[in-house]
């Protein structure tokens, strides 16, 4: 932190923290993704955007996309990685909507969260998806599928019951 930080929005402290990371962390994506998920359990809610953010600021290569979809995964689990998908989005649209298509079959809720809220057009604080403002077929499968599986997440057992 610097004399700037109290000035910056929320955004530019969680990308000043992930691009601090970059430099501190080892050089190798893989590796320092390594540290991340060795404290990423300890690290949970909001102010741990930037565990997802340095996956969105270092992981956009092709070769990193299995490894950043994986960690986008385990990090909005603690946290929340709608907007770190979007970059991936906007760069191979549809890759990323097969990936949100995987992920609204998760069984945890806060992935099958990051399928819906991820590739919402307009997101508060979240780059923008011109491309489902003009076409919103594909997020519309997205939330149907959502829709269709909610009530199996929702059905608990009743202990005792016969």
């Keep these: ?17 992930s691009t601090t990371l ?16 060795a404290i990423a ?7 741990y955007l930037f565990f997802p953010d340095f996956v969105e600021v270092y992981g956009q290569e092709e070769k990193y996309w299995e490894l950043s979809m994986a960690a986008l995964e385990n990090f909005t689990q603690k946290s929340s ?4 998908i979007r970059t991936f989005i906007l760069a191979d649209p549809e890759r990323a909507l097969y990936q949100m298509t995987i992920w609204a ?5 806060h992935v099958r969260r990051l399928a819906s809220e991820g590739c919402r057009p307009r997101l508060p604080w979240g780059q923008a998806l011109p491309i489902f403002k003009k076409e919103p077929a594909p ?17 608990q057992p009743v202990v005792g019951s016969a």
């Design 1 to 17: 932190m610097d004399e700037a930080w109290d000035d910056l929005p929320l955004n530019a402290r969680t990308r000043r923290i």
């Design 22 to 37: 970059g430099t501190l962390l080892p050089s190798e994506y893989a590796a320092a993704l390594e540290v991340l998920y």
């Design 41 to 47: 359990d300890s690290c949970t809610g909001f102010p």
């Design 81 to 84: 990685s709608e907007f770190a």
């Design 105 to 109: 079959e998760h069984p945890n809720e």
């Design 139 to 155: 997020v519309l499968s997205i939330l149907e599928l959502l829709r269709t599986i909610l009530p199996l997440y929702l059905i």
